[in-house]
Every structure is written in structure tokens, then in C-alpha cells.
């Protein structure tokens, strides 16, 4: 994306300047989970209602939802977090203000939904495309609601101890910036070797010092 707006011609700054002001007011913040919320309950119910398979339906729901968790990781670590990326300032002021509503303007939602019904059509066909988007997009949605908590609910007031490792698993995030890229799931931190935890972190506090005032932080 960066290479193709510098071979347009588009100044980079430019466009990470417009989408850090759009994305970072409360507006922007409450229609994102308008839209995110009513697309992903329009596919899934004209998946549904199109497939003619409740099984086939249901696996192209969860093969959507899958696929969301490979690229919410991939974005994560191989696009926010790219030195060349213009999306880079805008995450790492998240990183500097976690507190802050930040997310994508609600526009994108509308200019991207039209590929991303092609491409869910092409690869599950257009019976199943439906379903397979919904699932994707429930997966996108239950990302930004988890990710709102995690920076909204404190991990002491947490009443189970899988939700507090869940939520520790972000703060060491927000400390080293380079492990836990996964918000819904670790699946793909675990696959891809990037998965770590606080004991960890402290192990390798003599190699390399994390943020650990962050992670506290946010207890």
C-alpha cells in the first residue's frame, strides 16, 4: 500500500496524517461498530439463508472467522508495525495512549466491503461467500470489542484466570511491541513462534529490559 500511493504520487504523511485525525475521533470510533456489527449480521444472515446447507453454512462461517484470525495477526505484526508502513504512527499512538478511542475510519469498512465480497465469492463460491464474510466479519467485530476491554476493563477486576492471562498476554504487547500480535486468539503467536508471557519477559529481563511498568500498569 505504502509503494503504491509513493508511485501515485500520494505523499505518505499526507495519508497517514488524514486517517490518524479520522481515526482517532469518538465519532469515527461508535460508527465502526455500527457498521462493523450490522455487515457482519447481513452476511451471516444472507449466508445462511443463501448456502441451503446449515452444515455447509456453519463451515464456511468458521473457515471465515479462521481466516479473520490469520489476517488480524498479519496486519498486526507485518503491516502496523513496519517501519516502511504509513499505518505505523497511527498503532504506535495507540501504543502510547491505549486509552484513546483509535480506530480504522468507518468508511474503509464501506470501500473494502465490495473486494471483499469478490474475494470470499471466488474462494468459497457465491452460494457460500456469504457465510464465509459473515463469519470473517464476526470475527472482525468480536476483535474490536475485545480489544476495547482489554484497554477498558482492568485485568484485577477480571473474575476468571483465563481472561487475566488473556489480558496480560496484550500488556506485554503494549511493553515489547514484538510478541501477542493475536487480540482474538494467540493460535497463529504460537504457530509462528511470537507467543510469550510474563514470566518469560522477566527471564530475559538481563538480555533485554521490556516495559514491564506498562504491563503493570494496566493491573
Not at 495512549?97 to 475510519?105: G, I, Q
Not at 481472561?163 to 493460535?187: E, K, Q
Amino acid at each position: 500500500m505504502t509503494s503504491m500511493l509513493r508511485a501515485m504520487g500520494v505523499p505518505v504523511s499526507y495519508c497517514a496524517n488524514v486517517l490518524s485525525r479520522m481515526s482517532t475521533t469518538r465519532l469515527n470510533y461508535i460508527l465502526s461498530y455500527l457498521f462493523e456489527f450490522s455487515w457482519a449480521c447481513a452476511f451471516t444472515i444472507v449466508g445462511c439463508l443463501a448456502s441451503g446447507s446449515p452444515r455447509a453454512a456453519a463451515l464456511c462461517f468458521v473457515s471465515g472467522a479462521l481466516v479473520f484470525s490469520f489476517v488480524e495477526y498479519g496486519i498486526h505484526r507485518w503491516w502496523f508495525h513496519s517501519p516502511a508502513s504509513f499505518m505505523t504512527p497511527i498503532h504506535l499512538a495507540h501504543h502510547e495512549d491505549p486509552r484513546k478511542p483509535t480506530a480504522l475510519p468507518c468508511v474503509c469498512t464501506i470501500v473494502l466491503m465490495p473486494i471483499f465480497w469478490f474475494g470470499f465469492a471466488f474462494a468459497f463460491g457465491l452460494k457460500n461467500g456469504s457465510a464465509s464474510l459473515g463469519g470473517f466479519l464476526c470475527g472482525y467485530f468480536l476483535y474490536s470489542l475485545i480489544h476495547h476491554a482489554q484497554h477498558s476493563i482492568r485485568i484485577n477486576q477480571l473474575p476468571l484466570r483465563w481472561m487475566r492471562l488473556w489480558w496480560v498476554a496484550h500488556a506485554i504487547h503494549h511493553g515489547r511491541g514484538d510478541a501477542n500480535f493475536g487480540v482474538t486468539t494467540p493460535l497463529w503467536d504460537y504457530i509462528l513462534g511470537t507467543h510469550t508471557t510474563r514470566a518469560r519477559v522477566r527471564e530475559a529481563a538481563n538480555e533485554r529490559r521490556p516495559k514491564l511498568d506498562q504491563i503493570e500498569g494496566m493491573r
